[in-house]
């Protein structure tokens, strides 16, 4: 990194603001670090840094913060570069507007979209500084440096705060190259820094879209189809009007609507309405789901994700054949805050303010759905209380939009979360039939992945096998339904991995040979093939292979009743490996600790990150053990937390331990590649400690 350079055309502006201050616009050009983003992630924003008389200074944060930490994360990049102290950094979330660009929280794409832009402002300001500093001076630029948001002549010892500075340095020309800090001078990434908003949090101050609070603001509640093939066909009000606090029923699209000064009586008067439903298509339930799966699974199909080889042919010279099914549920978001979205709908304005992930396209669909120009509807972000995916959709404030359009008010819509479990965007489930022809001298010829999901993308062709064997085919069917799904953290990569990371287990153990050890096996042997074969890095691979067998001690434990499985998953240009440690205690199961090893890039905030890791292993690790949702004709049987079942305290892991492979590239994503190894780690200690293959989600573990 270091002689980056900077130029002219990185910035958008430098101007004085009111009281002398210092305001920076720059532009986050597309440059290597960002190239390989994923494709359902945009990153081209600009955000703005303005320094103040008094030397404060502020980022305003264009990611949405729904927990990933970026409210902390960017601002010690730009501290960095800037040559600040941490805590004189302020941090503002930024409104939507297009001077800040994309502005999106998924993909696991803020750090490593803004990194190295930010780093490049922070350091363009930093010297801008030092220039004012030294004409101020009569001294060469090089007299003089910047330390602690000071400029600094070296000779003389003269110092002048940066806010003293900042209306000079607005009024001079962008310098044409500005060489970035060698980051063995790094003093605050890579370091430990606690989340700006924990004490706010922890004291109940931090203020979430379920706060708001407005003159006249009416309270919402939607009334929800009983299924998915439901329709309102006619309601009755006159028993909702009647419940003390309701002020209005509207309908708004095709929702009906109950309004009342406080969300208690929104929620009486809704149930107090009297619906009537009628079909609007199929009434599915689970069980036509897994059969449409279990018959499309022993089909092709006609656009087959990979074709290496051909399968057919390896698997009828003989040898041996290894076939196996695995079959994982539906999922729910279940982010802890319910749904809502404030709404103010006037004749030809609209402001908005709630939790979204997709700030731009919820305006846009707003837009359309009212008939009123995006340039004037405003929105408004606050932090998020979980996203996971949910938020990608604009349901929400589009709702919100309609109803206020339609009672003439500002309003607050809320979900209950029966309503938010009943009608969200679920994880599609599926079902993989995984088969493998093993030669006489004990080489993989074929493998073939067949898969079928709800809605679709139940496979990903570059998964870690493709490479090293050479006849290699991924099957993916799509079973069309009136159940809608969406993104769910790490989306394909949640579901393929436990199928592909059990199967390549069951592999080794046919083959009598460690599954690490054949992992590394299967790496060198992918290193060997042609340019193009390999979808992903094999030096990271194995790096994170290697690291996580140190970190748990691999094949060295002989703990009585402690048995250990491995998975591995490269997802967002990042690469997770996990070692699951299960006891077996008189029959009874319990995951007790997981190692997890991981090459992200550069760390931005050490503390940050682990929390983010560990955060997803218990994510993934939770749903894995418990949760499912299910369908009888059409309606969701798991309507609340005591039914959708999430992992309690006395079921966690007694530690959780994640270590970072020690690189200079640039961050890679992070906030989801934690996730889709812990299943099928679990499950082949499971194997491990039992002999026992468990092959469906969610394992449920007790008695083995």
Wanted: contains cysteine; proline residues 5%.
């Amino acid at each position: 990194m270091i002689g980056e350079t900077v130029s002219r055309r990185d910035f958008l502006k430098i101007t004085s603001i009111a009281g002398g201050g210092m305001l920076i616009g720059f532009n986050l050009l597309s440059d290597s670090s960002s190239a390989a983003v994923a494709a359902d992630a945009v990153f081209s924003p600009n955000a703005y840094i303005t320094i103040s008389p008094s030397g404060l200074v502020t980022l305003m944060a264009p990611n949405p913060e729904i927990g990933q930490g970026v409210k902390t994360a960017l601002p010690m990049i730009l501290a960095e570069e800037l040559n600040v102290k941490w805590d004189t950094v302020a941090v503002d979330m930024a409104p939507l507007d297009q001077k800040f660009g994309s502005q999106v929280a998924g993909g696991s794409g803020a750090i490593r979209g803004r990194f190295m832009p930010i780093r490049k402002a922070g350091a363009t300001a930093r010297v801008m500084l030092i220039s004012a500093a030294a004409q101020q001076w009569g001294c060469a630029e090089a007299d003089c440096y910047a330390e602690d948001g000071f400029v600094i002549n070296k000779t003389s010892g003269k110092k002048s705060g940066y806010g003293e500075l900042a209306a000079k340095a607005a009024t001079l020309p962008v310098p044409n190259d500005v060489v970035l800090k060698n980051p063995k001078d790094f003093k605050i990434i890579g370091t430990r820094v606690p989340n700006i908003d924990n004490h706010k949090i922890v004291t109940g101050q931090s203020l979430y879209g379920i706060d708001t609070r407005r003159p006249g603001m009416l309270y919402a509640m939607v009334v929800r189809p009983p299924a998915f093939g439901k329709v309102l066909k006619s309601f009755d009000d006159t028993a909702a009007r009647k419940v003390i606090g309701v002020k209005n029923v509207v309908k708004a699209g095709k929702v009906v609507a109950v309004l009342a000064t406080s969300t208690w009586a929104a929620k009486k008067g809704k149930d107090a309405l009297i619906t009537v439903w009628e079909d609007s298509g199929k009434l599915e339930s689970t069980a036509d789901h897994i059969a449409a799966y279990t018959e499309m699974v022993n089909q092709k199909s006609d656009r087959p994700g990979r074709v290496d080889g051909d399968v057919d042919a390896a698997f009828a010279k003989g040898g041996k054949v290894i076939e196996a099914v695995y079959e994982l549920p539906n999922l729910a978001h279940a982010a802890m805050e319910p749904l809502n979205f404030f709404a103010d709908v006037k004749e030809n304005s609209v402001e908005l303010y709630g939790p979204t992930q997709v700030p731009a396209r919820m305006r846009q669909e707003v837009s359309k759905a009212l008939n009123i120009p995006e340039a004037n509807i405003t929105l408004g972000m606050p932090r998020q209380g979980g996203g996971f995916g949910r938020k990608l959709q604009a349901d929400n404030g589009v709702e919100a939009a309609l109803i206020s359009a339609a009672a003439k008010a500002p309003i607050q819509m809320l979900w209950t979360r029966e309503d938010d479990m009943q009608s969200d965007f679920y994880r599609a489930g599926a079902l993989y039939k995984m088969k493998a022809a093993i030669s006489a001298d004990g080489q993989i010829e074929a493998w073939h992945l067949n898969g079928a999901a709800l809605g679709g993308g139940s496979a990903v062709p570059d998964s870690f096998p493709a490479a090293s064997i050479p006849n290699f085919r991924v099957d993916t069917h799509s079973f069309r339904s009136n159940i809608q799904t969406g993104p769910w953290r790490a989306p394909t990569s949640n579901i393929v991995t436990f199928a592909d990371e059990c199967f390549m287990d069951e592999l080794a153990h046919e083959l009598k040979k460690d599954p690490i050890a054949y992992r590394l096996e299967l790496l060198d042997k992918a290193e060997k093939q042609p340019t193009g074969k390999v979808g992903y890095d094999i030096n990271k691979y194995r790096s994170v292979v290697k690291l996580v067998a140190e970190l748990s001690n691999w094949g060295k434990n002989t703990k009585p009743n402690v048995f250990y499985g491995f998975a591995a998953r490269f997802s967002f240009n990042t690469y997770a490996a996990h070692v699951a440690e299960i006891t077996n205690t008189n029959g009874v199961l319990r995951v007790t600790k997981v190692f997890c090893a991981v090459n992200c890039g550069r760390v931005v905030n050490l503390s940050g990150a682990e929390n983010q890791v560990q955060g997803a292993i218990i994510d993934g690790l939770s749903h894995a053990m418990f949760s499912k949702i299910t369908f009888d004709k059409g309606a969701v049987i798991e309507k609340n937390f005591n039914t959708y079942k999430f992992m309690r305290q006395k079921d966690a892991p007694l530690e959780v331990i994640v270590k970072f492979v020690p690189t200079e590239d640039a961050p890679t994503g992070l906030g989801e590649p934690g996730l889709p190894p812990i299943a099928p780690a679990v499950g082949n200690a499971i194997f491990a400690a039992t002999g026992k293959r468990y092959r469906k989600l969610p394992f449920e573990l007790g008695k083995a």
